[in-house]
């Protein structure tokens, strides 16, 4: 699987003028029999070339038990120094977590209504009342289409932060 391209890169190292590294593109192509730009695919599968545009980040989604166990950790914290966090508590977890790009687990969506949910996960891009909370689709349960609305948010499967509704 791994192919070793350790002549390339040598010499890509070294080049510096587009010249330099079409001449090593074609010197390299001729010695393996390929195509330049199918020896130009292969080095940017193996890590050496980014071409294209990087991946969206995917958004880390905590388990429940990782998630029970931070909210654990956090109202026995308050409580030892006498604080009760009451109702407010998973705000302030959901809140804190999204600081640092982590998100609470997904609820069980509600059957009465389309069961595709999304999580707003852009500080920028939503306000305070819906970044960081699931939001579920208002929508008839199995419309069609992949996109989903809920009157606040809308969005489509396949963003990140989506998941697509559950079969009724
Ligand atoms: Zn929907």
Known sequence: MSENYTDLHDALDTATTLDDIGAVIQDG?????????????????????NIGTPPVPAVRILTKAEYQQAYERMTGSASRSGNRL???????????LAAIGVFAPAPHPNPDTCTAL???????EFD???????????????????????????WADGMPGAIPATAP
């Not at 390929?34 to 193996?46: E, G, I, K």
């Not at 999304?118 to 920028?124: A, G, N, S």
């Not at 960081?132 to 606040?152: F, I, L, S, V």
């Open 128 to 154: 305070r009342h819906v970044f960081a909370q699931w939001q579920q689709c208002t929508d008839e349960p199995g419309h069609d289409g992949d996109e989903h609305d809920n009157g606040e948010v809308n």
């Open 118 to 124: 999304y999580l707003p996960t852009d500080h920028e």
């Open 86 to 96: 009451g109702r407010a508590a998973y705000e302030v977890l959901d809140e804190t």
């Open 29 to 49: 192509a001729v010695r393996r029999g390929l195509t330049p730009a199918q020896l130009l695919d292969q080095v940017a599968r193996s890590g050496r070339v």
